[in-house]
């Protein structure tokens, strides 16, 4: 199982917990804190609207291009200051950086979220978000995203990497 | 204020704060759908090796999408903007010509409502739409929260290489695809 596990992680980026400390399960509602900040900011800043992600794709405004710039500025900024003075978790753990790997998912698969992007307005982050807001139908959309994520799943030995 | 739309320059930075906090608070790499990887396995394993691991490990990746459902719940309940979305009058002319009219709500209430979902607008946008999305985030091994954020923010070519792609996929989807559907 564990080597089955590391194979995993190894050929497929999963948002992948390093940390190596069990901890009680209530832990996790840091998480969930971090999480309704972040759906506060999705709603607040309007990029969970399907209006703003027509507008990126057609060009028409620079808003969501500044959010994704941004953001992955002050990433950067933080990845490097972490590295540089080797910040340590809260728990006093090294963090870890998980290099990722290229394939052709990276390719095929990216062009087809791109394209489910647009069409449904909303990267998976968004999906939750939306439904949160009161957009019940888009519980439809989810699931409808967790039948794609199974069926690749099922289909992934045939697919080309 | 506390009810009018955030600009890019906060909310981007904030957004990108994300990054280091998962870090520091747990050692958890930023990415979202994830979770949905995380559900199959859980819930419907069915004997796919791709579904056969510890998710418990990975259940942090749960808590945090519950928490953004609740946060889109308190900012709709508590902080909603009383303005329809301001939209340039170009796009206005563009939506105009989808047949959507009404910008009151985060996605157009026209289109993505349930009575809409069985026709063939509804099948394309929402099903195969969300489909696309599943599969594609997996088979490229991250969204825009692990490639474009994440993985960008760690400088990781894969990420993109895969972010160029996303772009690439909506410029057409947006282009083509949507207008398409919805003319």
């Not at chain 1, 940390?19 to 759906?39: E, M």
């Not at chain 1, 950086?97 to 998912?105: D, I, S, Y």
């Not at chain 2, 958890?28 to 510890?54: E, M, Q, T, V």
């Not at chain 2, 508590?78 to 709500?105: H, L, R, V, W």
Request: aromatic fraction near 16%.
């Amino acid at each position: 199982m564990i080597s089955h596990n590391n194979e995993m992680r190894k050929n497929d980026s999963i948002c992948t917990n390093e940390s190596q400390i069990d901890h009680k399960w209530y832990h996790n509602l840091k998480y969930t804190f971090v999480g309704i900040l972040f759906g506060i900011i999705f709603v607040k800043a309007e990029i969970i609207s399907w209006f703003r992600i027509q507008e990126m794709f057609r060009l028409e405004s620079f808003f969501m291009y500044g959010v994704i710039g941004s953001a992955v500025m002050i990433g950067a900024i933080s990845v490097f200051l972490i590295k540089k003075f080797d910040i340590k978790t809260i728990y006093g753990e090294k963090i870890i950086f998980h290099p990722k790997t290229f394939n052709k998912g990276q390719i095929i698969g990216g062009l087809m979220f791109g394209i489910g992007w647009a069409m449904t307005g909303a990267c998976p982050g968004p999906l939750f978000a939306q439904i949160g807001t009161g957009a019940t139908v888009i519980i439809i959309t989810l699931f409808s995203a967790i039948l794609g994520t199974w069926v690749y799943g099922l289909l992934r030995d045939k697919l080309p990497h | 204020m506390f009810t009018s739309p955030l600009p890019w320059y906060i909310a981007g930075p904030l957004i990108g704060l994300m990054v280091p906090i998962l870090l520091i608070i747990g050692n958890k790499s930023f990415g979202i759908s994830s979770s949905l990887r995380h559900i199959c396995a859980s819930c419907f394993p069915a004997n796919i090796s791709f579904f056969k691991y510890d998710w418990k490990k990975e259940i942090w990746n749960l808590f945090f999408v519950a928490g953004i459902i609740l946060g889109g719940f308190i900012a709709a309940m508590y902080m909603s903007n009383p303005n329809p979305i301001e939209i340039s009058e170009s796009m206005q002319k563009t939506f105009a010509q989808y047949g959507i009219t009404d910008f009151s709500g985060l996605v157009p209430n026209q289109i993505f409502n349930w009575n809409e979902l069985l026709t063939f607008k509804g099948l394309s946008m929402m099903i195969l739409g969300g489909f696309l999305v599943g599969f594609g985030t997996r088979y490229a091994g991250g969204c825009t929260s692990g490639h474009s954020i994440m993985g960008l923010s760690t400088l990781q070519w894969p990420s993109l290489i895969a972010t160029i792609c996303f772009m690439i996929g909506g410029f057409i989807s947006a282009w083509f695809i949507v207008p398409f559907i919805l003319n």
